[in-house]
């Protein structure tokens, strides 16, 4: 990065606000400005607590394997904010985002438009000047003033729906589920992943008010058979009165439901279902921090499950992957509620080692060991705690995996180079 592009760079990092600003018509302002970009194109948009990102990047990866151009709008970045704007596996260019920041600085500054909220018009731009075919864009937080529902999607997706960010959407799912239900527009299609009644309730009558098209992804795809099979697992699902038979790379039982709302999309945006075509868009895919493989000969994995329905589906995971003796090595983000976690993981099988990542936002050693947590199962860093459960591997296949925030990546990446 040249000394210009990184003054770009930290004038957009220095947008993030204290608390969140969740407010549209600030957005809508500035999408005015720049010509609403959002309109030049087909747009699937996705919201959901957990899966949302791992159903994004599954959809745009097999769209662009029935060869459509497609854009993807994700968040957050683990490395660099290039991540979430891609078309295909190319990321948007340093370039292509210091130019545009230059050209829209004004209007940034009059609006007081925030870090997500450029990153959300630079993803839309770089789509329309792409001239892609569609675009997947996943919320960044919420749904109903998450500056992407500027859009007016051709099919609304909404995955799993648990409790997050309480403090900002709620402290009850049925208000959260109201939440993510902000996305539905009139007379557009919305599919609903695997989801309790309390959630399909909210999404039903909001479909209902808006004369939204309801699908319940359950009702449309059934899993038949999941055989895990090394770093993958091999999953039958029926779909559009037939079976297919595919090698899903991303693990776990959650995985496989996030496939079942990608399916589902597909057939409902009338797309011929041919397991060729989906196997070789899932080869392709790229996406990180998802039970990623690290280190393959002496397992290391790292998910970014970071509150508890992820860490529950995680540990899940692992069990179902015979991989019950796994260590974790857990580092939280002090934004988060995280007891819940702390007791789930009080009951893990296997070790479990705490952690602080590098930051101002990390939970700190003091606050692990006032909610119980072993000052000697803390250690100071990723590398320290990594050093510790080498130490603890009773053999080399024992698995370890590093969990929590986003933020563990700038480090554990290099680590694993």
């Not at 904010?81 to 545009?100: A, C, H, K, M, Y």
């Not at 280190?295 to 992957?321: C, F, I, Q, T, W």
């Not at 007891?339 to 009951?347: F, G």
């Amino acid at each position: 990065m040249n000394p210009d592009s990184k003054s770009v760079f930290d004038y957009i990092f220095g947008l993030t606000v204290p608390g969140v600003k969740l407010e549209l018509s600030r957005v809508e302002d500035f999408m005015d400005r720049l010509g609403k970009p959002h309109t030049s194109y087909p747009i699937i948009h996705i919201a959901g607590t957990n899966g949302k990102g791992s159903t994004a990047a599954m959809l745009a990866a097999i769209l662009n394997a029935y060869r459509k151009k497609t854009g993807l709008f994700t968040s957050p970045h683990l490395v660099r904010p290039n991540e979430r704007i891609r078309v295909g596996n190319t990321l948007v260019s340093d370039e292509f985002i210091v130019q545009q920041v230059e050209d829209w600085r004004a209007h940034i500054d009059d609006l007081g438009i925030t870090f997500f909220e450029v990153l959300t018009a630079l993803g839309m731009e770089y789509f329309k000047q792409q001239s892609v075919e569609y675009a997947v864009i996943e919320t960044g937080l919420g749904g109903r003033l998450d500056a992407t529902n500027v859009v007016d999607p051709i099919v609304s997706v909404i995955t799993n729906v648990s409790m997050d960010h309480e403090n900002i959407l709620g402290d009850n799912l049925t208000t959260i589920a109201g939440e993510k239900a902000g996305i539905i527009k009139p007379k557009r299609p919305t599919l609903l992943g695997k989801n309790s009644d309390v959630v399909r309730q909210v999404i039903e009558q909001k479909c209902q008010h808006v004369k939204a098209p309801f699908i319940n992804v359950p009702d449309r795809v059934k899993i038949q058979q999941v055989v895990p099979q090394g770093l993958s697992q091999h999953v039958s699902i029926g779909v559009a009165d037939k079976t297919l038979e595919i090698d899903l790379p991303l693990l776990g039982r959650h995985q496989v439901e996030n496939f079942t709302n990608v399916l589902a999309t597909l057939d409902e945006l009338g797309f011929k279902l041919d397991a060729a075509t989906i196997q070789k868009g899932l080869d392709e895919m790229i996406w990180l921090g998802r039970m990623q493989v690290l280190e393959k000969n002496h397992p290391v994995m790292y998910d970014v499950a970071h509150n508890p329905e992820g860490l529950d589906r995680l540990l899940e995971s692992l069990n179902e992957l015979d991989r019950g003796n796994t260590i974790i090595v857990a580092a939280f983000n002090a934004r988060k509620n995280i007891r819940p976690m702390l007791d789930m993981l009080e009951n893990w099988t296997g070790n479990v080692i705490f952690t602080i990542f590098a930051g101002h936002s990390a939970v700190e050693r003091e606050t692990l060991m006032h909610l119980g947590v072993n000052s000697d199962m803390i250690s100071s860093n990723l590398e320290n705690a990594y050093i510790r459960a080498l130490e603890l591997r009773s053999s080399e296949d024992q698995a370890i995996c590093f969990i929590g925030s986003h933020y563990l990546a700038e480090t554990l990446f290099p680590m694993f180079e």
